[in-house]
C-alpha cells in the first residue's frame, strides 16, 4: 500500500523461513551480527566464500541486515548471475526485484525493472507478468508519474485476475487505489479500496493466513479513511475509525502501536473539521513519533500541516509558523508535494500578508506557484483546492499588488518597456551565441568523428605518427637491442595489449619493464616528448572517442561507468581530460554521436541482436 510506508523489518522476517542454511553459515552471520553491533557485516572480499553458497544462502544474507550496502549490491548481482546460470526462473525474478528496490537513480530502477518485464514475458507465466508489471508502476509511483505507474498498474490487474491468486492481486488493486487518490480522483480510489476491504473481510477467518488478511483489512479501511476526508464524507468517517480501532485490537502490540497512530491520524485531522482543536491536538501528537519512527515523511508532514491549522485556527498564527515552515523545508530538500501538504504555502503566503512583508509574500507565491506547475505536470486533474484557491485568488491577489505598484508611477512602466526590451535584445543576442556555439561544437565533433581509428589496433600509432616518435630499428643479428629500442618495444606491447585502461602508476610500469623510474621518465620525455601522465589521458581518451563512436551499448553507462571503463579515477577527471583533448565535453559528444544515422544503425542492430 502507498498511503503509509513501513519500516524495513526483512531481517526478522527472513530469520521465519525455513531456509536450511548450514551451522558454519549460520554461526559466521552469528558472529558477524555480534562484532558488528547489529548493524554490518565483513566487507565482501573477506568472507568470498558467498560464491561457494546455494541460491537460498545467499538470497538469506541478502535479506538480512548484516550486509552493507555495497556488499549486498555485491551479493545481489552474484545471486542474479548465478540464477541466470542454473536457470531458475523464481530466483531471476527475485533478483531483478530486488535490483529495482536497490537502485536510486530513475534510469536504473527503470532498467532492471524493464528486464524483469522481458524475462517473465518469456515464461508464459502470467502471475509472473503481472508481478513485472507492478513493479515498473512502483517504479513511476515512487518518482511521481502517476499516470503511467496507473497505466502499469491497471495492466498488472488485467494479467492477475487469470491468476488465480487473488491475494496478490487484491495487493496490485490497493496501489491503484493509492494511485488514483494521488490523481485526485477519489472516486475511483474509493471504488477500488471498497472492493478491496470486501475481499479481506471474506478472509478474516482463513487461518492460513489470517494475520496477514487482518492487516490488509485495516491497512484499506485507513486508505478509505483519508480518500473519504478528501470527500468530506464526515459521516463515513466516523464508523470507519470505529471499525478501524476495533480491527487493531486483534493485532500484537508492535503493529497495534502502529496502526493505532495513523487512526489517530485521520482522527485528529477528522476533529479538526470538527473544529475541536484542543482534541485534534492530543491526538495528532501522540500520532507523530510512531509515524516518524516509521520513517514515513509524508505522513509525519500532514501531522505537522493539521497542528498548523489548529494553531492558525485558535488565533496563534506565530505557534502554526513552525509546522508551515517544516513542509517548506521538505519540499525544498525533496520537491515532494501533494495537494494536501501544499495548503502549508497558502497559510505562508496569508501570514506574510498580514506583516506587510513585500518580499516573503512574493516568495511563497512563486514557490506556490512552482508547485502547481509541478502537480500540473503529473495530473491534469488537480483538485478544487488548488484550481479554486491558488489559481484565482492568489494570483488574483498578486495580480492587484502589481496594478497598484505600478499605479504609483507611468515612468515606471515605461522602465517596464525598457527592460522588456533589453530583454528581447538579450535573448537574441544569446540566441545568436548559441547557434555559432552549436556550430562550433558540431564543426568540432566532425573532426573527432573523422580521426576515429576504424579498429582499436590503430589506436596506438597516433603517436607513433607524431615527429618525436622513435623509430624502432631491427639491430643486426646476434647485437643486442638497445635500452630505448627495448623499451619501444615494451611500450608497444602494453599499448596492444591496452594496459593503458587499468590504474598503473609509472613506478609499476618501471617495474613491469624491468627497468627504473628514472629511466623510463627520460624515455617518455626525450623519445616520445610527452610525459607519463599525459600518454596515458591521451591513449585513454582515444580509446574512449572510438568505442563511444562504435559501440551503442557503452552509452548506456553514467559518467562514472565510463570513467572507470576507460581507466580513470572518477567522471571528474575523465570528462575534464576528455574536454582538454578533444576540445568537446563527453556529453556534448555522446548527444550528438546519438543523433548520427549511423550510430542509430548501430544501436538498432545492437538491440535486435
Known amino acids: 500500500m502507498f498511503y503509509k510506508t513501513q519500516k524495513n523489518t526483512t531481517f526478522k522476517k527472513t530469520l521465519l523461513k525455513p531456509y536450511k542454511m548450514g551451522v558454519k553459515k549460520l554461526l559466521f552471520l552469528f558472529v558477524v551480527t555480534l562484532s558488528g553491533g547489529l548493524s554490518y557485516a565483513l566487507p565482501a572480499q573477506n568472507h568470498a566464500d558467498y560464491k561457494n553458497w546455494s541460491l537460498q544462502d545467499l538470497l538469506f544474507s541478502i535479506n538480512s541486515d548484516l550486509l552493507s550496502p555495497a556488499d549486498k549490491e555485491i551479493y545481489l548481482e552474484y545471486y542474479l548471475q ?10 531471476i525474478i527475485v ?3 530486488k535490483k529495482v528496490f536497490l537502485e536510486k537513480a530513475y534510469d536504473q530502477q527503470m532498467l532492471y525493472a524493464d528486464s524483469l518485464l522481458n524475462y517473465t514475458l518469456t515464461l508464459n507465466d502470467i502471475k509472473a507478468v503481472g508481478t513485472a508489471y507492478n513493479v515498473k508502476s512502483y517504479v513511476e509511483y515512487i518518482n511521481k508519474n502517476y499516470k503511467t505507474a496507473l497505466e502499469h498498474g491497471l495492466k498488472a490487474e488485467d494479467y492477475l485476475k487469470g491468476a488465480q491468486d487473488e491475494y496478490t492481486l487484491n495487493k496490485v488493486k490497493s496501489s491503484i487505489s493509492s494511485i488514483y487518490y494521488h490523481l485526485d480522483d477519489y472516486e475511483k480510489s474509493e471504488k477500488v479500496t471498497r472492493e478491496i476491504i470486501d475481499y479481506y473481510q471474506s478472509k478474516l477467518h482463513d487461518t492460513s493466513n489470517a494475520y496477514n488478511n487482518l492487516r490488509g483489512y485495516i491497512t484499506n479501511v485507513f486508505a478509505l479513511s483519508k480518500t473519504n476526508f478528501r470527500q468530506q464524507k464526515t459521516d463515513t468517517i466516523q464508523l470507519l475509525l470505529g471499525e478501524g480501532y476495533a ?11 502502529l496502526e493505532t497512530a495513523y487512526f489517530d491520524l485521520i482522527n485528529g485531522m477528522y476533529n479538526h473539521r470538527m473544529k475541536n482543536y484542543s482534541a485534534s491536538d492530543s491526538l495528532l501528537t501522540i500520532s507523530l513519533t510512531p509515524i516518524q519512527t516509521n520513517g514515513d515523511f509524508a505522513n509525519e508532514h500532514l501531522v505537522y500541516l493539521y497542528l498548523g491549522k489548529n494553531a492558525w485556527e485558535s488565533s496563534q498564527p506565530e505557534k502554526a509558523l513552525p509546522y508551515f515552515e517544516k513542509i517548506e523545508k521538505l519540499y525544498l530538500e525533496t520537491t515532494f508535494a501533494n495537494t494536501e501538504l501544499s495548503e502549508a504555502f497558502d497559510y505562508l503566503i496569508t501570514y506574510y500578508q498580514s506583516k506587510k512583508n513585500l518580499e516573503k509574500e512574493l516568495y511563497y507565491t512563486k514557490l506556490l506557484m512552482g508547485l502547481s506547475s509541478e502537480l500540473h505536470k503529473k495530473n491534469s486533474k488537480l483538485s478544487t483546492y488548488m484550481h479554486v484557491h491558488l489559481d484565482t485568488k492568489k494570483l488574483e491577489a498578486s ?31 544569446g540566441l545568436l551565441y548559441y547557434q555559432k556555439k552549436q556550430q562550433k561544437l558540431q564543426q568540432q565533433y566532425r ?3 573523422e580521426r576515429a581509428p576504424l579498429t582499436t589496433n590503430q589506436l596506438t600509432e597516433r603517436l607513433k605518427q607524431s615527429p618525436a616518435a622513435l623509430p624502432i630499428e631491427t ?13 619501444a618495444k615494451k611500450l608497444e606491447d602494453f599499448e596492444n595489449k591496452k594496459g593503458f585502461l587499468q590504474k598503473i602508476t ?4 618501471a617495474r613491469q619493464f624491468g627497468t ?7 624515455f617518455f620525455n626525450e623519445e616520445k616528448q610527452i610525459n607519463f601522465s599525459d600518454y596515458l589521458k591521451q591513449l585513454r581518451i582515444q580509446h574512449a572517442v572510438h568505442e563511444l563512436t562504435y559501440n551503442p551499448k557503452l552509452h548506456l553507462l553514467n559518467l562514472t561507468g565510463l570513467a572507470e571503463a576507460f581507466g580513470f579515477g572518477n567522471s571528474k577527471s575523465f570528462s575534464t581530460a576528455f574536454k582538454e583533448i578533444t576540445k568537446l565535453s563527453v556529453t556534448d559528444f555522446i548527444k550528438m554521436r546519438q543523433q548520427d544515422e549511423d550510430f542509430k544503425e548501430m544501436d538498432n542492430n545492437t538491440t535486435i541482436s
Not at 247 to 257: G, H, P, W
Not at 516 to 522: A, D, G, M, P, Q
Open 82 to 91: 548465478k540464477a541466470k546460470k542454473e536457470q531458475v526462473s523464481e530466483a
Open 95 to 97: 533478483g531483478y526485484r
Open 247 to 257: 480491527a487493531i485490537d486483534k493485532l500484537n502490540s508492535r503493529d497495534k502501536a
Open 399 to 429: 495580480q492587484k499588488k502589481l496594478e497598484y505598484e505600478l499605479s504609483k508611477s507611468h515612468s515606471k512602466i515605461k522602465g517596464l518597456y525598457g527592460l522588456v526590451t533589453v530583454l528581447i535584445f538579450i535573448v537574441f543576442i
Open 447 to 449: 573532426q573527432i568523428i
Open 475 to 487: 639491430p643486426e643479428w646476434g647485437q643486442p637491442l638497445h635500452t630505448t629500442q627495448v623499451l
Open 506 to 509: 609509472q613506478d609499476e610500469l
Open 516 to 522: 627504473n623510474r628514472n629511466t623510463l621518465s627520460k
